[in-house]
Nanobody, 127 residues
Framework: QVQLVESGGGLVQVGGDLRISCAAS????????MGWFRQAPGKEREFLAA????????SSADSHKGRFTISRDNAKNTVYLQMNSLKPEDTAVYYC????????????????????WGQGTQVTVSS
């Protein structure tokens, strides 16, 4: 019943840009903080960015530099990750996650805080 479905991944050239999406169903989307993570082969899942119910944001170093930007559209039950100036090391499976919280300002970079996860979308960056 609860589904988070990522889309928009694919093959992109070095230096290119990509926006990936995560559409949620089976939840009242506005009651969840949302996060983006990625996982490359042989590595643990890495936090990228999260956005609270009220729109406050925490981010990784890359996100803080402006390469990755998280946003949400509650009317569409969708969270986005805009990725710019992509590098080969950005190649990974990108996952979105939902964190049910009664605090509109709450955000977390910890995997265990999240209640639901999508199946991921593959992003491959090549020259």
């Amino acid at each position: 019943q609860v589904q988070l479905v990522e889309s928009g991944g694919g093959l992109v050239q070095v230096g290119g840009d990509l926006r990936i999406s995560c559409a949620a169903s089976g939840i009242i989307f506005s009651r969840y903080a949302m996060g983006w993570f990625r996982q490359a082969p042989g590595k643990e899942r890495e936090f990228l960015a999260a956005i609270s119910r009220s729109g406050s944001i925490i981010s990784s170093a890359d996100s803080h530099k402006g390469r990755f930007t998280i946003s949400r559209d509650n009317a569409k039950n969708t969270v986005y990750l805009q990725m710019n100036s992509l590098k080969p090391e950005d190649t990974a499976v990108y996952y979105c996650a939902a964190d049910l919280t009664g605090d509109v300002g709450s955000v977390s970079r910890r995997r265990y805080e999240y209640d639901y996860w999508g199946q991921g979308t593959q992003v491959t960056v090549s020259s």
